[in-house]
Every structure is written in C-alpha cells, then in structure tokens.
Nanobody
Framework: QVQLVESGGGLVQAGGSLRLSCAAS????????MRWYRQAPGNQRELVTSITRSGITNYAASVKGRFTISRDNAKNTVYLQMNSLKPEDTAVYYC???????????????WGQGTQVTVSS
C-alpha cells in the first residue's frame, strides 16, 4: 500500500511563510506527477500547483510568484514553499501523487489526509 503523509501546516500572520511537506511511502516504483490542492470552507477543492517527475511546474494564477513547488525524487517527497501568505490562502491543503507500484500496474492517484493552513489578517 501507499501512504502520503503531509506536515508543516499551521497558523501564520498575513505576509508570513509556511513550508508544507508530503512524503510518499510504501511499495513505490515511481512517483510521477505530484500536486497540491486546497479546499476552503464552502468551496470546491482546487488545484494549487503541480510538478512532473522531471521538474516541470504549473501554478494557479492566485499563487503564482508567491508559492514554489519542489520535489526530491529519491525521497518521494514534494514540498510547497508558501510566501507572502494572504487570508484567502486559508484552507486545508492536500497532497496528491500519481504513483506506479509495479512495472505491470497502471499509475494511480493517492491523496494525503490534508493539513490546515490558517492565515490571520
């Protein structure tokens, strides 16, 4: 089985920074695309940013220039550096990873349990 474990959430003042981590563990042949989503109360879950195994990144317009996604393929870990945080960034942040477990299995999407990020004004 595969588990994604997130860490690094918390409470921060507007303008501050936080760094989220998400480590994938278990039977993993390859972690392909890795993504961060977020969901604020009353809102749908939205894609914040993604990174391919080779390091190509994409960002939602609302976080571009403030957030940076990175990964360590040897550790099957993805990071999200969040700077210049705003109250509207408050949400539960979820890690998502497309993981292939064996040569004979198709990649499958796994999710972390979510970590709360709260930005006070």
């Amino acid at each position: 089985q595969v588990q994604l474990v997130e860490s690094g959430g918390g409470l921060v003042q507007a303008g501050g920074s936080l760094r989220l981590s998400c480590a994938a563990s278990g039977s993993i042949l390859s972690a392909n695309a890795m993504r961060w989503y977020r969901q604020a109360p009353g809102n749908q879950r939205e894609l914040v940013t993604s990174i391919t195994r080779s390091g190509i990144t994409n960002y939602a317009a609302s976080v571009k220039g403030r957030f940076t996604i990175s990964r360590d393929n040897a550790k099957n870990t993805v990071y999200l550096q969040m700077n210049s945080l705003k109250p509207e960034d408050t949400a539960v942040y979820y890690c998502n990873a497309q993981i292939q477990q064996t040569f004979f299995s198709a990649p499958y999407d796994y999710w972390g349990q979510g970590t709360q990020v709260t930005v006070s004004s």
